[in-house]
């Protein structure tokens, strides 16, 4: 194959969302670049040359590999067990989340061995059950905070959270999680502390509840083209193509893939393309997806292997070395991770960041002059 199965990511799309999205909230953008940028690769200097203000990522991990990629603006890491390197997180310069009293007390700790203080975002759960301190333990997390600020081993420059049904901009619940969120940002203030950046909306709210931007937006989803609440016109960075390796005439009846679970219904072409559920092609989409071929819908017959998937190109008169477009944009009649997340009965965020590490990235720079003036940001000022 000259060309193997490519995933094709387009960064000036990424740039024209991070400019839209920063025009419809009005407020300073986090860019959350987690899990390779939900897939996308190196997009560091992409979002902020296009306005975004910070970083957010899951773990240390990631934000120390953008710190050594030469990444100089504020970056939150969130997501971390308890003994995770907060040392190297606070030397080199790293927002760290504070979710309980154990995190509180390790994060100070590290912070007083180096002798430099640790800034942290105090986490909050208002409703998931998931990530952040329970609002039972809110008040003893303030009150040991603002003691640890006071030694110097920290600052509080943050309050976060995140909403559980953002997804559904009318849903009563969003209204209930955002007076939780408030009132913890109350208490912090009556705990002594004043942190800079208050932050509650994720992709959804961002885009649907201007009631729940606060201070800043934590973006992610959105950066590449997905808005759940459904909002907002965004553009999808990813195309992901593979070439025909093989193609053969069948009969009707003829049975394709394992367990023979597809027979053609007519004498016709079948054309074998080498992806597969190793690739991040969900086996769940078998006898429901498509991909273009010559800019046309085929039907892919048979169930999805791991390597490879076969597909029924009719008449075309395909040939070998001819392109299939498994997802993109769909601005060429293409499937798109959307349809495919459909057809596997799961989301867009599963299928853009399931593409497997042996698919060959290629990136379409941003060719024209990005970056807008956006609103200062707050979280990392005075640094």
Same mark, same amino acid.
């Given at each position: 194959m000259d060309v193997p199965p490519r995933l094709v990511i387009d960064d000036g799309a990424i740039a024209r969302?991070?400019?839209?999205?920063?025009?419809?909230?009005?407020? $300073?953008?986090?860019? %959350?670049?987690?899990?390779?940028? *939900?897939?996308?690769? $190196?997009?560091?200097?992409v979002v902020l040359g296009a306005g975004a203000r910070?970083?957010?990522v899951t773990t240390i991990e990631e934000a120390l590999a953008l710190r050594s990629s030469g990444t100089v603006a504020p970056i939150l890491s969130w997501l971390n067990p308890v003994d995770a390197d907060w040392a190297g997180a606070v030397s080199s310069d790293i927002d760290l989340a504070v979710p309980g009293l154990p995190h509180l007390f390790a994060i100070a700790g590290a912070a007083i061995a180096i002798g430099r203080p640790a800034r942290v975002h105090l986490h909050l759960d208002v409703g998931m059950s998931r990530d952040g301190a329970a609002p039972d333990d809110w008040k003893t997390l303030m009150h040991f905070a603002a003691e640890w600020e006071r030694r110097g081993a920290i600052r509080v420059v943050g309050v976060m959270a995140h909403l559980s049904s953002a997804q559904n901009p009318d849903d009563e619940e969003t209204t209930v999680e955002r007076m939780r969120f408030v009132n913890g940002c109350r208490l912090a203030l009556r705990a002594g502390l004043r942190p800079q950046a208050r932050h509650l909306a994720a992709t959804s709210a961002a885009l649907s509840r201007p009631d729940t931007? *606060?201070?800043?937006?934590?973006?992610?989803?959105?950066? *590449?083209?997905?808005?759940?609440?459904?909002?907002?016109?965004?553009?999808?960075?990813?195309?992901?193509?593979?070439?025909?390796?093989s193609v053969r005439d069948v009969r009707a009846g003829t049975g394709v893939g394992y367990g023979l679970s597809h027979r053609t219904d007519r004498d016709t072409r079948l054309a074998l393309v080498p992806v597969g559920y190793g690739d991040g092609v969900p086996r769940a989409a078998s006898h429901r997806a498509s991909v273009s071929v010559r800019g046309t819908r085929r039907p892919v017959v048979g169930v999805i292997s791991m390597d490879q998937l076969v597909v029924d190109v009719g008449d075309l008169g395909v040939r070998e070395g001819e392109r299939a477009v498994v997802f993109g944009p769909g601005t060429h009649g293409e499937p798109t991770a959307r349809e495919w997340?459909?057809?596997?009965?799961?989301?867009?965020?599963?299928?853009?960041?399931g593409i497997g590490s042996r698919i060959h990235r290629e990136h %379409?720079?941003?060719?024209?002059?990005?970056? %807008?003036?956006?609103?200062?940001?707050?979280?990392?000022?005075n640094r």
């Open positions: 969302n991070v400019e839209r999205i920063i025009r419809t909230t009005g407020t $300073p953008l986090m860019a %959350v670049l987690k899990a390779d940028a *939900f897939g996308h690769g $190196p997009q560091a200097d910070s970083i957010g931007r *606060f201070d800043l937006t934590r973006v992610g989803a959105g950066l *590449f083209g997905i808005d759940p609440s459904g909002r907002m016109e965004l553009e999808h960075a990813m195309t992901l193509d593979a070439p025909i390796v997340a459909g057809w596997a009965g799961t989301i867009e965020h599963e299928i853009v960041t %379409v720079p941003v060719t024209r002059p990005e970056a %807008v003036a956006g609103p200062t940001a707050v979280v990392g000022a």
